[in-house]
């Protein structure tokens, strides 16, 4: 179930970005919470967060409604 969130995130970064072979997601599982850790190229950085963080608050909605359904927290790290 899990794997669909890292599954999720990847698909609408690549749909996002420039260079979609440089995008890399990783999840990291805890007890209660999944982190699942984007990374994307340099120059596609600002693309995946958006003005003002928009992109980036919109995929972690996503992200929040998704694993609410399959009774998770799944919190979305974009690591630069």
Do not use: Y
């Amino acid at each position: 179930m899990a794997n669909e969130m890292r599954t999720l995130v990847e698909t609408i970064a690549k749909a996002l970005v420039d260079n979609p072979d440089k995008v890399e997601v990783a999840e990291v599982e805890g007890e209660q919470t999944t982190v699942v850790e984007l990374r994307v190229a340099k120059e596609d950085l600002g693309k995946v967060i958006g003005k003002e963080g928009r992109t980036a608050r919109a995929m972690r909605q996503i992200l929040s409604a998704a694993s609410a359904k399959i009774r998770r927290h799944s919190v979305l790290e974009i690591i630069e």
